[in-house]
């Protein structure tokens, strides 16, 4: 159950946000401040925002959360905390059992949105695994799950990681998995936690698991994410990878998952025969559409914006397809976005030193519609926000990452793996080619 430790309106303002990218149902505790409790501190509003929670709900683990408010005043969470185990010794709520409460410090006014995803995800781990007392309550599950740290993807990407792992037969846990809870099946009746998800002994027990995958370039400059804690205190191997978007990123996610850490091959040569049937099947499918479709998109223009790892794998894949990604942005400063983005395609680097290319971070709409006006994309791929610079220069928008709040299945945009590069592939090529059709005087219908 997510907690936010701040007004009503912040959860309010959250969730109608996150529901209209996912169109699935959403609950969001809030410890409600008041003018009081900016003042005077929330302590009691955290204490009776818990017990309300725990008895309403049942949670498995609440994720409570700061707000702008909250930090702003210097809220002491740790100590509201203490105070609310110290009232409840036994350690219920009316008859129901404390849940792990895990907290994150996230407000709104530093960082992105990413970043606090990012945050969460590692208070999940630091806090849950291996610490002192929070020893696990039932048996490690057999057998020993790979844990794999997928990053801000969509509940469709999640399955195809999934599927991916089985493939291999590896079993897999996902930190996180919201691919049911926001995405799932229609209701018969109302339910206040959704089915699905990665469960808190499954976390607890990755101190077990045989390696740790996580995705994500710009979490290589992080001093501690989710994976180097598991290898800090268990002893688990830690691999970091960009997003596996496009053929080079998913194959070095293929050789990890096959047991190997030598060089990879050339980008368009075959992997060795480590690859399952199945995926290299899929391999070999969008390998064949690049030659089908090459002509269509070749040093076309476009211009890429979104999270900082998903613009670093984007970037990748336009690359590799032949399309220049003119300008590169992103709203996250890590100080290191050009250093990734170069990093996944190299190919890049001579145009962006030449100034052919804008990498551009901490960045607005206005900076990267300057640049898209004066470099002329026939393309713009990212978020639903890039629709009114789409509109002003008359090229398409495809939508992909977070969040798209003028289309339907958001949750459902691919983007990982050879499938989910078969996927844009497509898209992208189709956008371009019902461009040009449109603005044919001779309205063609066969190519």
Not at 227 to 240: D, F, K, Q, S, Y
Not at 349 to 358: K, N, Y
Not at 370 to 388: H, M, N, T
Request: aromatic share 8%.
């Amino acid at each position: 159950m997510p907690f936010l430790h701040g007004s009503q309106g912040c959860a309010t303002y959250i969730r109608r946000y996150v529901i209209s990218h996912f169109r699935e149902p959403l609950d969001i505790a809030a410890s409600n401040f008041s003018e009081t409790s900016a003042v005077f501190g929330g302590g009691l509003n955290v204490r009776l925002g818990l017990e309300n929670v725990i008895r309403q709900y049942k949670p498995e683990l609440v994720g409570l959360a700061t707000t702008c408010l909250s930090e702003t005043i210097g809220e002491n969470l740790a100590g509201h905390l203490h105070d609310f185990h110290d009232e409840h010794a036994d350690g219920t709520v009316a008859g129901v059992a404390i849940p792990p409460v895990v907290s994150v410090s996230c407000a709104s006014y530093k960082g992105t949105h990413a970043e606090g995803f990012h945050k969460a995800v590692r208070g999940l781990v630091e806090q849950l695994v291996g610490s002192d007392g929070l020893s696990p309550r039932s048996p490690l599950p057999p057998p020993r799950s790979l844990a794999l740290f997928p990053n801000f993807v969509s509940p469709e990407d999640l399955r195809e990681l999934r599927t991916v792992a089985a493939t291999f037969a590896l079993p897999v846990t996902l930190v996180p998995d919201y691919s049911d809870t926001l995405d799932g099946p229609a209701w018969a009746d109302y339910e206040k936690l959704p089915a699905g998800g990665t469960s808190v002994d499954e976390i607890r027990a990755l101190a077990g698991a045989p390696a740790a995958i996580e995705f994500g370039r710009s979490l290589a400059f992080w001093p501690r994410t989710a994976a180097t804690i598991l290898a800090e205190r268990c002893g688990v191997p830690a691999h970091r990878i960009g997003l596996p978007i496009g053929i080079r990123e998913t194959d070095k996610f293929m050789q990890v998952l096959a047991g190997t850490s030598s060089p990879l091959p050339a980008p368009c040569s075959p992997l060795p025969s480590l690859l399952p049937p199945a995926i290299a099947a899929q391999r070999g499918r969008f390998l064949d559409s690049l030659a089908d479709a090459h002509k269509y998109v070749f040093e076309k223009r476009a211009v890429v914006f979104g999270e900082e790892d998903l613009v670093a794998g984007l970037a990748a894949l336009l690359a590799e397809i032949g399309v220049v990604p003119v300008v590169c942005a992103t709203g996250g400063h890590s100080g290191h976005f050009r250093e990734a983005v170069l990093a996944a395609a190299p190919e890049l680097a001579p145009r962006a030193d030449a100034g052919e290319i804008v990498i551009r971070d901490n960045c607005d709409f206005d900076e990267i519609a300057a640049d898209a006006r004066a470099l002329r994309p026939d393309f713009l791929l990212g978020s639903s926000k890039g629709y009114k610079l789409a509109r002003e220069l008359g090229v398409p928008l495809i939508r992909c990452g977070f969040p798209i709040h003028d289309r339907i299945g958001a949750q459902r945009v691919r983007h990982l793996c050879y499938t989910g590069a078969q996927s844009l592939f497509d898209r992208i090529t189709n956008a371009l080619l019902e461009r040009k059709q449109d603005a044919s005087p001779i309205g063609y219908s066969y190519l």
